[in-house]
């Protein structure tokens, strides 16, 4: 899904979900899963972007 933010996930659930090969108990779970239960739970495996230094402007 190329990482998008929790809030966005939860909308492509609904897609993906059923192609997932997992019990029909946790495709339920999957569908009633909060956005912020999503960035929680994914917070550990999403790949941190580092900040970007912006030059002083004197």
Same mark, same amino acid.
């Given at each position: 899904m190329d990482q998008p933010c929790g809030?966005?996930?939860k909308d492509m659930? !609904?897609?993906w979900v059923p192609y997932?090969?997992? !019990?029909?108990e946790v495709q339920q779970q999957?569908?009633?899963i909060s956005a912020? !239960?999503?960035?929680r739970s994914l917070k550990e495996f999403k790949v941190k972007a580092g900040k970007?230094?912006?030059p002083l402007l004197y």
């Open positions: 809030i966005r996930m659930l !609904s897609i997932l090969d997992v !019990s029909d999957l569908k009633t912020a !239960s999503i960035d970007k230094v912006r």
